[in-house]
């Protein structure tokens, strides 16, 4: 999520939905520009662990800033509206079934000339290493690393790539402003090797290695491969309606 806030580095937002906030990303904790944030997910144990790494870390929440916990489904948000200056939607698309249905409720609940950021794995030269896809592609070896006990993601339910037509047509109406291709390897690769480690070689891994693992992933992300990279950010706007005009 660091990479995706870039986007909107400069930017101040009164209100911001993280739409799919997993364990541990939350939004607070990555953008001070905020004054409210609803942090909202469909699993409730995600709920309550990104509230507890949240209380770990409150010393580093600017106290201004307001953060309420909702569960949900994304497709149904239960706002009113064009209520959010900032939708972010971070790594989730790909678990989401209905995928235009979570992008009309975005656009719903976004302000006009609100901001919405956007990243998902990408349809690249590596997509196929995608260890979540393991079952369809390497069943075998899905079942002998115990993958499905690394995520709470169905396994049942392809972890989609996307290409960038792909995205554009479901961000129809949307202006986008920015799109950002990149790392290649190393992100399937690590979550490849957490799962050796798992399995064989160190199964109560530290928090701070595997932490350091994934870091190295991120970096490689600072790296743009083209359509050959493995995710896709992308920062876009709600154009205003037709004869507002901008504050």
Not at 51 to 69: G, M, R
Not at 94 to 111: F, G, M, P, T, Y
Not at 119 to 130: I, V
Not at 217 to 241: H, R
Request: net charge positive.
């Amino acid at each position: 999520m660091h990479n995706l806030l870039k986007f909107a580095k400069n930017q101040v937002f009164e209100t911001a939905l993280n739409l799919g906030c997993g364990p541990g990303k939350t939004l607070v904790r990555r953008f001070r520009h905020i004054e409210f944030t609803v942090e909202f997910d469909i699993n409730f144990d995600y709920i309550s662990s990104a509230k507890d790494n949240l209380l770990k870390n409150e010393q580093k929440i600017i106290p201004h800033n307001t953060v309420v916990f909702v569960h949900g489904d994304g497709t149904q948000l239960p706002f009113k509206n064009e209520c959010f200056d900032l939708v972010v939607l971070s790594q989730v698309l790909e678990h989401v079934d209905d995928n235009s249905k979570i992008i009309q409720e975005i656009w719903r609940a976004l302000k006009p000339n609100g901001v919405f950021l956007l990243s998902c794995p990408h349809n690249g030269l590596f997509a196929f290493l995608d260890p979540l896809n393991f079952k369809h592609y390497f069943p075998k070896i899905y079942t002998f690393l115990q993958l499905n006990k690394k995520s709470n993601r169905s396994a049942k339910v392809f972890h989609r790539h996307y290409s960038l037509s792909q995205l554009q047509n479901l961000l129809q109406g949307f202006k986008i402003e920015s799109i950002y291709r990149g790392g290649l390897l190393i992100r399937p690769l690590i979550s490849i090797a957490d799962g050796i480690i798992m399995k064989f070689l160190w199964k109560n891994c530290p928090e701070k290695i595997r932490r350091v693992l994934y870091r190295v992933a991120g970096a490689e992300l600072n790296l743009s491969f083209g359509s050959a990279s493995y995710d896709i950010l992308i920062s876009a706007t709600k154009p205003l309606a037709k004869g507002e005009m901008g504050h």
